[in-house]
Every structure is written in structure tokens, then in C-alpha cells.
């Protein structure tokens, strides 16, 4: 039998906990989402996403939180917008008008690294605190405003990144045929496009499963908004608030769980899709 040396022992011992770590995380993935869609469809009802909260909703099963599913919608889908406007420039600065290498793109890269780690109450704190000081109240509007702030430092990390795909030799090629910036900025957008695509649908599904940020903000209701100043509910406060309840709130707890998982997954798919669409065409 041949005997195995130091570097075939490392490399099995090595490969056998990549296989341990990875069905690890696999493991975890697949117990959640089992206990969410058990759990779930358990208490789900198609009145639960097609109706409002009923006059007895806080004693008997009465109506649904339709409410909170538009409310989610209303928030994350205007700040996606905004974020996105705010965002895609500040990348291209950077990259095409800065260059990678420019004091002043580090300085802003650096900030935006550290954006990116401050946990998601401290940005609901701070909006909170503004709201307060302008005499703003919980609202839709507030809502916007800090899942707007949360977003931008995701999308131009990930943006970033994603810029430094393009080599710096295709820059200087559209410049030594004539092109302007504004032309190369359309090349730079076609290799990029895909990845910013899918990096905007993956933070939309972080920003929609984040209670915290709204929590001060966006504060509670159980109608559907009907201007920028009205309270509204989301589903991730709405799990916070329904688990700690008694029966049968623990119960809409996982039905909404299952719907924000629902949608969450949906959103990462499109992303996947999206992005392998678009590189198959830029190919």
C-alpha cells in the first residue's frame, strides 16, 4: 500500500472539512426554511394575504396583513428606486472619473465600508432622531427615508466591486479611439450591468427582511397608507410584534414569515436570472 505524505493527508484533512462546513451551512438553510414553511402553511389562508386586518383581528382570526405585504412593497420599491439614482453615479465617479487608485475615491470607498458594517437599528436610530428634530413623525415617508440610507452603502460597496471586473484596459482602449467619457461610461455599463442588476435585487431582499431600520420610523398600522404621512406596517415588524403575542398570534407570525421567505426567494432567483440573461447577450 502506498504510503500517503504530509501534503495528500493535509489536502484530504482539508477537503473533508470544506464538505463538514458546507453541509453545515446546508443544514441550517434547510432546517429554517422547514420550520418556516411547516409552521406556516399550517395557519396560512388566502384571506391572510388578500385582506386586511378585521375589527377582531387582535382576539380571533379576522381578516389578513394584506397591510403589511403592501406596506413592505411601499417602502423597499421607492427606496430601491432612490438608492439605485443615488448609488450607480457615485460607482462610476469613482471608477471612470476618479480612477481606482485616486485619494479621494479610497476616501469615499473607506466611508462607505464602514456604512456598510453600522448595524441597521443604528441607522433607524439616527432617522429617528432627525424625525424628532423636524417634527416628523412614524411614516411612510420616514420609512423610505432609512431604508433609502441603508441600501446605498450595500449597492456602492457591491457596485465597487463589481466595477473592478472591468479591466482599466478597456478604459484606455475607448479613450485612444476618440471616445468621451460619457460614451465609455456606456461601455463600462454593458460589462457591469448583470452584476448591478442582481446586487440591487439582493439588497432589496436584505432591505425588505430588515425590522430594525423601520421600527422607529415607519411605525405601525393596520390599514394600507394612503399618503407619504400615514404610519404603515411591514411584515418583518410584524413578525417581531406577533411572536412574542399569545394564540393566535404566533401562528400569522410564521404565515408571514412564509410570505416574506417567499418573496425574499423570488428575488434572488429574478436576480440569478437576470444576470445570467443579460451576461448571455453582453457575450
Known amino acids: 500500500m502506498k504510503k500517503l505524505s504530509v501534503k495528500h493527508i493535509e489536502e484530504k484533512v482539508m477537503k473533508i472539512l470544506m464538505v463538514f462546513c458546507s453541509l453545515l451551512v446546508l443544514a441550517f438553510v434547510v432546517s429554517i426554511v422547514w420550520t418556516i414553511v411547516v409552521k406556516g402553511i399550517k395557519s396560512f389562508s388566502w384571506e391572510m394575504i388578500t385582506q386586511v386586518?378585521?375589527?377582531?383581528?387582535?382576539?380571533?382570526?379576522?381578516?389578513?396583513?394584506?397591510n403589511a405585504i403592501l406596506g413592505s412593497l411601499l417602502v423597499v420599491v421607492p427606496a430601491m428606486l432612490l438608492a439605485t439614482a443615488i448609488s450607480i453615479p457615485i460607482v462610476f465617479y469613482m471608477n471612470l472619473y476618479l480612477r481606482r487608485s485616486h485619494p479621494l475615491s479610497y476616501a469615499v470607498r473607506l466611508a462607505f465600508d464602514v456604512l456598510y458594517g453600522i448595524p441597521s437599528i443604528v441607522y433607524g436610530a439616527f432617522a429617528f432622531t432627525v424625525m424628532v428634530l423636524v417634527g416628523m413623525r412614524a411614516s411612510l415617508m420616514g420609512g423610505i427615508a432609512v431604508t433609502t440610507l441603508l441600501m446605498i452603502p450595500m449597492l456602492i460597496r457591491s457596485g465597487d466591486e463589481i466595477s473592478k471586473s472591468v479591466p482599466d484596459e478597456m478604459v484606455d482602449a475607448a479613450y485612444s479611439l476618440g471616445a468621451t467619457k460619457w460614451e465609455t461610461l456606456w461601455v463600462i455599463?454593458?460589462?457591469?450591468?448583470?452584476?448591478?442588476?442582481?446586487?440591487?435585487?439582493?439588497?432589496?431582499g436584505k432591505a425588505i427582511g430588515d425590522a430594525a431600520a423601520v421600527m422607529f420610523t415607519a411605525g405601525f398600522s393596520d390599514a394600507v397608507p394612503d399618503s407619504l404621512s400615514d404610519p404603515t406596517a411591514t411584515l418583518p415588524l410584524a413578525i417581531f410584534n406577533w411572536i412574542i403575542m399569545p394564540e393566535p398570534f404566533p401562528d400569522r407570525c410564521y404565515s408571514a414569515a412564509l410570505v416574506l421567505t417567499l418573496i425574499v426567494l423570488i428575488l434572488s432567483l429574478s436576480g440569478r436570472w437576470l444576470g445570467a440573461r443579460f451576461t448571455k447577450h453582453n457575450v
Open 53 to 66: 386586518p378585521g375589527k377582531d383581528w387582535n382576539t380571533a382570526d379576522d381578516g389578513g396583513f394584506l
Open 189 to 204: 455599463t454593458r460589462q457591469v450591468l448583470p452584476g448591478m442588476i442582481t446586487a440591487v435585487l439582493l439588497a432589496v
